[in-house]
């Protein structure tokens, strides 16, 4: 850096082409780093945004809890299988209502509607072989000790909660357009992920929104199914396993894909309802299990979007300069 | 390899045929470089070594001026030696060659003069084209004046021709299935068309492992440039036809000489041709043969396995039937190749001869050896057969029926700590106990008090031989253990289908299903009702799997148990009919009856010049005993040879008999194979 500056001397100009005689090599301007920006494509989610689509997830942990505390009262007597035989088939009529609903109205989407309504019913012949195969299912772990029941259960268990499909079509917000290159292979949960229909930019009346394609993975509901035969094999009783079984078909089964396709309203009241049906079941179970829950349930719908949405305006920091960033395109041939 | 240097001999001496001869480095210091003389081609002259002794002839009225004179082949690269001949001069010598090979093929040749300490050399210069002088003398070795294109002198021993002793430049063949395609380097086109034909035929027949591998040495033996063999100072065609006139040297100086009574082959055929097809012999021909169809009949039933794939004995049977019908052929080939007044002198043929006569000897000493360890078997057995039925009885007992018994309570009950489905082994264990309890009321029990006579009966068999007696042992051990074999059946098709049945269980558990068409797992999409009975299956499955291994291992070791007793008793049965005893007898007593191949020596002392001596390596140990391991059982595991139809029985083949299809890679099965 000179000693001094003689009045004489050009402006910096921060170019390789001129050789500029009055500066030295190592010449740092005052203009340097002046053209970074920072966080330029960064729009932090607005936090309602992110409280809708946490709500999904607070649905499923919440039905997961409403099933555990079945079980551990079913295991316990405490719940007669007659009763939750009957509870099944009030559950059974109201999603085949549902799903009837849902295709009823012959939009572009009735032939998914129609197929998405035959799949929530659940036909005659798995009854009566679940019914036969209690028997076997009852004996099925009893040389395993419970320990390990319980952990092979619970990881299933994990295995369905972040496997699940967790997208929902808030259809009274906006929706953001959808990008050319996303799929919907994969059944990914607690991102904001986007909607695979044909793009159309206008908001959708608040009509059933047509059915969107649907995931190609059955690992989170075999997965769930799983760990409810396996839990059922602990029961004592060949009425209790075939109706527990029966219950979590249909509570795993049907009822997360028709819960996925309600809009906002509908949605934010299936949580409250959710939530204060598992708080309730779990307060006779003891053991600290309601504030476990409580905790969990806070924490999913609540407390996850806020940490989000904070940290990413405190702590997200991309710094980037004028120039154009090269875009890596990934797995694709030729030029 | 151009010796001369290493000979002090100056020249320098290069041959067309540059890939099998090699530059020796000069060993005077270098020099500067001399004009390369123009190629000329290098002269070998081959010289029996124990000399054979100078034909005389009848007339011996000129002794006194009669020289010896070398007669021979006179090849391309290399000139032959054959013998000495004593005559007056050269024209008497040549006219007495042509009259007594005038009507052969053969053009033999007077090549030089030798000269003994007896017979001085005369002054009379030769005037054949390639004229050698040898100089003989009884305490050092021949020696050859030196000539303008220079020779090198290569020592040979003549081989015994009465002795059955030959040479050849590839190991002698002892295995008849491989004789029809010999491989010799450097064979003619024909020869090589045959042999590519030969290949092609082997090719679609479908090679076994076996013809591979030793293919694959044989070219990998022919790349080697550090062995022995591929180093050779002569050019490899010439070398052949060297070989073949050291091979027929013999016989014809037989001719020339006046005819004595000792060349006569050593070997008496006593009986001649015609009265091996007498009718009686015939009548026997026709009974063999036909109880070899019904051997090989293959039963519908059993999904096509032949009679014999199914008892040891009926095995045993078809080996010594194939054997004695090949016989009488075989004698006869024998005779006509090694009778005196045989002409033929080539490779080939000649090995094929000798390699029969050693396999012929070889079955007829086995057969010999098998009576009479039989026999000593029979008496210990049938002398002592009230006892060993006891015994038997009591091991049987013991092994098959209680021991059963308490595996299956063993298994039935937590066995080893492993924590089965009480429900699922109860039913094994009862259903398998209650077979046991069947197989014992029915069968064995009323089997108990006649076994020893059976024991009586296996020793009687041993009267025909050791052979017979360890096949029946081996059926008997089959039938006694029948009940073990058809519980290793039920639990290893249970096992069968739980496996194929968890694995596409656990592929609806994934979302995905197996695409026969194109031979992948790929999504698929299933319907709710589907994916609940598919995941309520796979896990019944997946926890009733451990139950269902169990008992299959227990079956599948116990079946191993037996298995490897009957190996045992095929181990020793291929050692009874196919070890290779003569082989083995000649190569300690007379090496050159089985020829591996010439090499050659520089033999050097002191007071003579270094000469190069040509001798027979003898075919080596290893490979006699390579031909037995395939007919043995040792390769394979016998498991399954009893149970998959389609892999026949690889032990005791007849060793004659080529259309048999022995697979004793393939037949290597594990008990995976039964999944």
Redesign the interface.
Known sequence: MPLFQSPSREPYRKVLYLRQEAYPDNYVDSSFLSDLQRNVNVHPASLPVLLAQTLPITQHLASTFIFISIFIRLSRGALDPPRLLAFSAVVAIICRVWSNWISAPTTNGGAGGGSTGS??V??L??LF??YL?SP??K??????TSDSIWALSGTLFCINLFLGDYRSIPSSYPRPLPSPAHTTISPNSSSPSLSTEPSTATPLPPAPPPPRS?S????P??AA??AS??LASRLSSNLSVFSL?LFS?LWF??FPLLRSDLPIKPTILLTVLLVAGALWSLVGIGGGAVKIALAMLLGISVAAPMGRGWLMIRYKDRVRGPWDQAVPRVGGGGT | MSLSPALGRPSSVTSRRSSAIYQLPPLAPPSPPLPAPPPTPAQFLFFPLPTPKAITPKAQANAQHAQLYLFGWNGTHASLVAGLLLAIDENDAQQRLDSTFNHLNHHLIILGTASTSSNPPLDAPSTSSPSFHIHLSSTLSPTLTPTTPPTTLILYTPPKRSQLQFLSLVPLQLDLNSFDAPPTPGSSTAAKKAEAEARKKRDKEGRTEEHVLGEKLRRSAKLDFTSPSNAMPVAVADLEEVVDWINLAPHLTSLLSPPSPSLRSSISFPSTLASILSPPTRLVRAVAQGILTLTAWELPLLGGTALKDLSATVQQIDTRLTQGLSWPSQYSLIRTTLSASSQTSDMPTLALGRAHYIQFYNTMWLIANDMIVGSAFTSFVCENSEYLGGLLGRLVQEYTLTSLRELLLWLND?PGGV?????LASIFCDGFLWGTGLWEELIFAPLLPFLPTMVYLLGLSGLLGTTMFFSFASDLLALLTFHIFVFYLMATSIFRWHLSMLGALFN????KKFNVLRNRVE?A?????Q??????????AA??FPTVLVYYLAFAASRLGIVALHAAMETALAFMNHFPLFAVMLRFKDPARLPGGLQFELDTSPEEEPLLRMTVRPRSLALALLSLSRFSSLTCLPSKRRTTPSTSRASSSSTYNSQDDWLPITARSTFWEGC
């Open positions: 799949s929530v659940a036909p012949i798995p072989t679940l195969l076997a299912l004996t099925l772990t009893k040389a395993t649907k190609t993975s059955t690992l509901l075999t199914l799983s035969t396996v079984l078909t089964g049907p | 937590w924590k089965l489905n009480f429900e609806i558990f994934r979302g999504p999409v299933y319907e709710v009702d994916l609940l009975l598919g995941t309520i299956l796979f896990t019944l926890f009733l």
